[in-house]
């Protein structure tokens, strides 16, 4: 009887195995990676979110499979920067805020661990139903160094794992695009330096600010499931696979905000620290010049929703609005906007209204030059190597407006020491005046263009004081020329005046002739373009403009 039991349990164990390695055959584990979204990564940045990677899995778990798994990811080409969770001295295996979702629960998220520039997730089981019900795995909160690669460029990853995955290479989890423009429209807008601006200042309205694809500018950080600026209600970053979706456009990826992530003490896992930030750079401001921003901008975007930027008091950290109306500037310096609401439907574009101020003082404040501008995304690597975003500073200085020299611009067409003529010529500084003008001194640079040993070169008058005048020959400045001159004076409302004689009052002479000098309006106070400035004026029929 004991040996009839021991076979009836013989049996029932071969069975078992029969029917388990029947089921192997007839219904195996098979899984299937894909990237459930593939957004446009800012070129500019170095915490850009990774799609999503999916893996879609059926069959019954048989062996090994039904132990604790392991999983490690690639990425091609570029740094892996999801938000390390660590103080102190680097561990050779760094905890991350990357998660790994079995069938998107996330109170069971298994955490990402950097490991010689993968991510690895150890330690997760799948689930093993035993009728074969499929199941998912998504990993998430990935994020990648866009700028280490060229516009234009796709980021592709690679899983590797101790289940069999399908597809596991070659996974597209973005497209790097360059994102942000700024520009100034031109001409450069120019103000004469010894003419001081209203006390209200003047406005420069030639810088934008836009975003060359219609996802570059996110607000808010997140969304998170109640109706917010820029967030619709019901749509939250809590919920696995909802950071991408249509009309969400937020800095952040899953936010996981109860989780047991290992040295987690820095910050929710997928919550980036701030919407989106865009600094303004200002250098190469004089001193006496005020240069004033307003608080708010609103976004030039038609359709939708208007976007609209708010000053906000750092690059780094929570978002403070400016008090006040305005930010003012008084050197080189910079103000940072973040984007509080974004049209994801359209190009987003802000035009920057920028007004100066300075009062005039003699003999040289405020200084000439060109004010210079750039704009980048914030905070940039330079200034932190913790926060979710940041950026490279991709900033390219460009010329916003001009303080040009008080001076007048004087042609004599003709003057002559040649076959017996001299001209005399005189150059009047006209500032003193009964009007109230600002009095001013300078010299005038003399240009000389014709023939003679004076030809092609420039000699400089002594200064010519408000009120009174330079006197000369050309016989005396120029010995032997003939040609034109372009008097270049270091003060407004200059004037002149030429005399052409063979020597009037001697025997056998009689010939002369006077004329006035033209006015040529200042190329640095009219965007440089001499040639539509002459032409206006001829239009005009002026040939002296006594706004000099």
């Not at 091609?76 to 790994?100: D, K």
């Not at 708010?310 to 929570?318: E, L, M, P, Y």
């Not at 042609?411 to 500084?429: H, K, V």
Request: charged letters at 5%; a negative charge; proline letters at 5%.
């Amino acid at each position: 009887m004991a040996d009839f039991r021991k076979m009836l349990f013989a049996f029932a164990g071969l069975v078992t195995l029969i029917s388990s390695a029947a089921a192997q055959s007839t219904n195996p584990l098979t899984c299937t990676a894909f990237v459930a979204n593939q957004p446009i990564m800012r070129q500019e940045g170095q915490t850009e979110p990774a799609g999503d990677i999916i893996i879609q899995c059926s069959g019954i778990l048989v062996g090994a499979q039904t132990g604790a798994q392991t999983l490690s990811l690639y990425v091609a080409g570029a740094a892996i920067t999801s938000r390390q969770l660590f103080t102190g001295t680097a561990p050779s295996s760094i905890p991350t805020e990357a998660a790994l979702l079995v069938n998107d629960n996330p109170a069971a998220a298994t955490q990402g661990f950097l490991q010689n520039g993968a991510l690895v997730f150890s330690g997760f089981t799948l689930p093993n139903p035993g009728t074969g019900v499929p199941f998912q795995v998504r990993i998430t909160n990935v994020r990648v160094n866009a700028n280490s690669l060229a516009a234009g460029s796709f980021v592709t990853g690679t899983v590797l794992a101790t289940f069999p995955v399908q597809n596991q290479s070659g996974l597209v989890l973005g497209a790097v695009q360059a994102s942000l423009s700024v520009s100034v429209s031109t001409p450069i807008t120019s103000f004469a330096q010894c003419t001081s601006t209203a006390t209200s200042g003047s406005s420069v309205t030639n810088l934008k600010v836009s975003e060359l694809v219609n996802s570059a500018f996110k607000a808010p950080a997140s969304c998170l499931g109640v109706a917010t600026t820029g967030c619709a209600t019901g749509i939250s970053n809590a919920t696995p696979g909802q950071w991408y979706q249509n009309g969400v456009n937020t800095e952040s990826q899953t936010v996981l905000t109860t989780n047991s992530f290992t040295g987690n003490t820095i910050a929710v896992p997928g919550q980036a620290d701030a919407a989106t930030r865009i600094r303004l750079n200002f250098s190469n401001v004089p001193a006496g010049v005020t240069i004033s921003l307003p608080v708010t901008i609103n976004g030039t975007t038609t359709g939708g929703i208007q976007g609209v930027l708010n000053a906000t008091a750092s690059d780094i950290g929570a978002f403070s609005i400016v008090s006040g109306t305005s930010v003012s500037l008084t050197s080189a310096g910079s103000v940072t906007y973040e984007v509080r609401v974004q049209n994801g439907a359209a190009i987003d574009s802000f035009t920057v209204p920028v007004t100066v101020i300075y009062t005039y003082t003699p003999p040289s404040t405020p200084n000439v030059g060109s004010v210079l501008v750039s704009a980048t995304y914030a905070p940039t690597s330079a200034e932190t190597t913790t926060a979710v975003p940041r950026f490279a500073d991709t900033s390219v200085l460009t010329p916003l407006f001009t303080i040009a020299a008080c001076q007048t611009d004087l042609l004599f067409t003709f003057l002559t020491n040649q076959a017996g003529f001299d001209t005399g010529f005189e150059i009047a500084n006209t500032s003193a005046d009964p009007f109230g003008t600002a009095a001013q001194a300078g010299n005038c640079t003399l240009n000389w263009y014709g023939t003679g040993p004076a030809a092609g070169t420039a000699t400089t008058t002594p200064s010519v004081a408000a009120g009174s005048y330079y006197v000369n020959l050309v016989s005396t400045a120029a010995a032997g020329f003939q040609g034109y001159m372009i008097a270049v004076c270091n003060f407004q409302y200059g004037h002149g005046f030429a005399f052409i004689s063979d020597g009037y009052g001697q025997p056998g002479k009689g010939l002369s002739q006077g004329y006035l000098a033209s006015v040529i309006p200042t190329p640095a106070l009219n965007g440089g373009a001499r040639a539509a400035n002459d032409a206006s004026k001829a239009a005009n029929n002026s040939s002296e403009a006594l706004n000099q």
